[in-house]
């Protein structure tokens, strides 16, 4: 972990603010429906080793991941928790998900053949499994006819106990596209041919499309971090992180001349770069190479040329000297800079600014009682 001192940035995720989104989301959902929280990623690149337990200290009790070994992790760190794990069990895999109490949401014909068989060669008590169906996304999940003609011959379900039916909506944060619908029928329809496992369908936008799809567990990821999951209308998510870069030198520009890689920025006279050890290998990306901008104090500064690997410019011409000096910060991502507007800079989603928050970075988490710092 590096030291504030010797980090280029610093990175302070507010654990108070997931907890308070969780309760937010939570608080959207009728008697009976739970709020779930997807960690995949590490937590979407905030540290699924902070943020998972201070969810669970909110109140959540049921936690998705992708990849088994992020089920075996976050099963160290709770160990009474439900795990479930999207991907499903690979080959070789099966005795982790048993060894670590992990639920493998089953995807393909052959997967349910898999743990079939090893709870087959296990006995005892039915192994649980979530049952994922494809309503649109052509990604992962039995495809509908494959779900159907399941639900009329269960035999392939024997010696398992399904708890979950589940199926992902492929554009929830459009409202008013058409296939919101059209997942909501399928999926219903199916999971009337499979009466008992709790069913589940939204994701962080999905649940504010209505009541309708927010069935028995809701599986929010984005929104517990912060990200907007109604980007036409205000956020209602509280911000969880923020991201300062340090300035380490500033340039005075007097004879024009040009800024960084490519030349794509040109100085006609007087200006002022300060420039900021954070680059594209930290997750900051390339793509906002003259169309970025941070805030230095309340003033607005644009990012000016190209992002190399580990350094960003700014224009900081219109700054008082003494703000803009070795040593002070630029906010990057914070309460006037949003994880959603860095994103529209860059031509992405928040998701993937988030991902991609580098480990070069000084962590620091704020909330959950007291501030701590990651080992
Ligand atoms: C990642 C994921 C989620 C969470 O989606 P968000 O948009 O981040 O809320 C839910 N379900 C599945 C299957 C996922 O892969």
Redesign the pocket.
């Given at each position: 972990m590096t030291s504030p001192d010797r980090a280029g940035a610093v990175l302070t995720v507010d654990l108070d603010a997931v907890a308070a989104n969780w309760r937010r989301l939570n608080d959207r959902l009728p008697a009976g429906s739970e709020c779930a929280a997807?960690v995949?990623a590490d937590a979407y690149g905030l540290g699924a080793g902070k943020v998972a337990p201070a969810l669970a200290a909110a109140g959540c009790r049921t936690f998705?991941v992708?990849h088994v070994e992020e089920g075996v992790r976050l099963r160290s760190l709770l160990p009474s928790v439900a795990i479930f794990v999207?991907h499903g069990p690979a080959p070789g895999t099966e005795s982790d998900f048993l060894a670590h109490r992990l639920t493998p949401v089953l995807n393909a014909p052959d997967q349910i053949e898999r743990w079939g068989r090893f709870a087959a060669q296990r006995g005892g008590l039915p192994l649980e499994a979530a049952l994922h169906v494809d309503t649109g996304m052509a990604r992962l999940g039995l495809a509908p006819a494959d779900a159907l003609a399941l639900a009329d011959d269960r035999r392939k379900l024997d010696g398992l106990r399904l708890v979950l039916l589940?199926s992902?909506l492929a554009c929830a944060d459009d409202p008013a596209h058409p296939l919101n619908r059209t997942q909501l029928r399928d999926f219903s329809a199916i999971a009337a041919r499979f009466p008992g496992p709790g069913r589940s369908l939204a994701?962080?936008?999905g649940m504010f499309l209505g009541p309708d799809w927010l069935f028995d567990l809701a599986?929010?990821?984005?929104?517990l971090y912060g990200v907007n999951?109604t980007p036409d209308h205000p956020n209602p998510m509280a911000p969880t992180v923020r991201l300062e870069g340090k300035i380490i030198q500033v340039r005075e520009i007097d004879t024009p001349q040009s800024v960084g890689y490519g030349a794509t920025h040109r100085a006609a006279g007087k200006e002022r770069i300060a420039t900021v050890a954070v680059g594209y290998a930290d997750g900051y990306l390339r793509s906002l190479g003259n169309r970025g901008s941070g805030y230095l104090g309340d003033l607005r500064v644009p990012l000016v040329g190209r992002v190399s690997m580990d350094l960003a410019t700014f224009d900081v011409s219109a700054a008082p000297e003494d703000a803009a000096r070795p040593g002070a910060v630029i906010e990057l991502i914070g309460p006037r800079h949003t994880v959603d507007a860095l994103a529209a800079q860059a031509g992405t989603i928040g998701?993937e600014i988030l991902t991609s928050l580098g480990n070069r970075y000084h962590r620091r988490y704020v909330g959950e009682k007291e501030a701590h710092e990651r080992a």
């Open positions: 997807v995949k998705f992708a999207f589940a992902h994701n962080s936008s599986r929010p990821g984005a929104a999951p998701y």
